[in-house]
């Protein structure tokens, strides 16, 4: 199948999902979700749909499961919306992406925080050499003349 028909469908599955978590799915236990991205099986059989939940990882799993258990109505607002011949079945999955990059932006702050100010900033404060400041305006005004 066409990758740009897979890309269609997957992002069609993502509005649906999230605009049915949001507004129509009533289970308590669903709450503070957000859908990341889906991606289909080249057959349109299956589809994972990726969450990031925010919370405790109990508070995650219980979300997860809620969501599982609402699969089968997300299923019927996408059969309505796709019309194809098959409603890929949908497989909720917990994303981490949004976890990991959370984690790096701390580690990297707390690097920051502990080290040294870099080399490069070092270097900056102190400006150019005067004779690399006229080299360069020479070799700049040679290339208008010639160039």
Known sequence: ??????ARVAEAIREVA????LYEVRDPRVKLVTVTRAEVS?????AKVYV?????????????????HA????QSKLARRLQTRFTPVLH???D??????IEMTRLINEALAQGKPPPAAADE???PAPDDAEGAADGDAAEAEGG
């Open 1 to 6: 199948m066409k990758m740009h028909r897979l």
């Open 18 to 21: 999230s605009e049915t978590i």
């Open 42 to 46: 080249g057959d349109l059989q299956h």
């Open 52 to 68: 990031s939940i925010m919370g405790t990882e109990k508070e995650q799993q219980l979300t997860l499961r809620g969501l599982r």
């Open 71 to 74: 699969a089968g109505f997300i």
């Open 92 to 94: 909720f999955v917990l």
């Open 96 to 101: 981490q992406g949004v976890k990991h990059s």
């Open 125 to 127: 404060t102190e400006g």
